[in-house]
T-cell receptor, first 117, second 111 residues
Framework: DTGVSQNPRHKITKRGQNVTFRCDPISEHNRLYWYRQTLGQGPEFLTY????????KSRLLSDRFSAERPKGSFSTLEIQRTEQGDSAMYLC???????????????FGSGTQLSVL | DAKTTQPPSMDCAEGRAANLPCNHSTISGNEYVYWYRQIHSQGPQYIIHGLKNNETNEMASLIITEDRKSSTLILPHATLRDTAVYYCIVRVNFGNEKLTFGTGTRLTIIP
């Protein structure tokens, strides 16, 4: 399977603990996105990378959240001092952005479901 | 990005055409219409996109009105596997380019 891979699929943690999620994009894709989704809502944008550069961060991404894409390949999303409100599905997507931006298609992984107790 | 309005839910009989409407009355000339869907427990999946002409691919057809203020996604022969939440999104193709999802339409295909 050469799709977007996210690990772990599920994470249960206690309030105040740190958690880290990993996303492996489709290999030739230069863009990588993180979204968060809560029950009954559409995905909310968090941040995105063009290669290793983080180009935009949503105001939803508090100081407790940090994302990296160190070599322009896989990415990690870390949440420090988790809160119950952080419970959500965290989705990663990748895309190939070329000279025709309108044709950019995002390919999503199946997400990491975080539960903060 | 312009906002979209979609019905919260729809039903369609298996084998029939599913027509999902989307209103985007404030769309600007450089914004495209994109459709994604999300099957339960999976991430969203790209379906189709267009600017002003009707588009068709192996998954669906997209009909955009002449004034571009609304569009319809058509699944020609709906199957049970088409049960999903369908998102209509408008987006410029430069600048602040992220996809902004609304709450979509929950389409249920009935056997």
């Amino acid at each position: 399977d050469t799709g977007v891979s996210q690990n772990p699929r599920h994470k249960i943690t206690k309030r105040g603990q740190n958690v880290t999620f990993r996303c492996d994009p489709i290999s030739e894709h230069n863009r990588l996105y993180w979204y968060r989704q809560t029950l009954g809502q559409g995905p909310e944008f968090l941040t995105y990378f063009q290669n290793e550069a983080q180009l935009e961060k949503s105001r939803l991404l508090s100081d407790r959240f940090s994302a990296e894409r160190p070599k322009g390949s896989f990415s990690t999303l870390e949440i420090q001092r988790t809160e119950q409100g952080d419970s959500a599905m965290y989705l990663c997507a990748s895309s190939l952005r070329d000279g025709r931006p309108a044709n950019e298609k995002l390919f999503f992984g199946s997400g990491t479901q975080l539960s903060v107790l | 990005d312009a906002k979209t309005t979609q019905p919260p839910s729809m039903d369609c009989a298996e084998g029939r055409a599913a027509n999902l409407p989307c209103n985007h009355s404030t769309i600007s000339g450089n914004e495209y219409v994109y459709w994604y869907r999300q099957i339960h427990s999976q991430g969203p999946q790209y379906i189709i996109h267009g600017l002003k002409n009707n588009e068709t691919n192996e998954m669906a057809s997209l009909i955009i009105t002449e004034d571009r203020k609304s569009s319809t996604l058509i699944l020609p022969h709906a199957t049970l596997r088409d049960t999903a939440v369908y998102y209509c999104i408008v987006r410029v193709n430069f600048g602040n380019e992220k996809l902004t999802f609304g709450t979509g339409t929950r389409l249920t295909i009935i056997p």
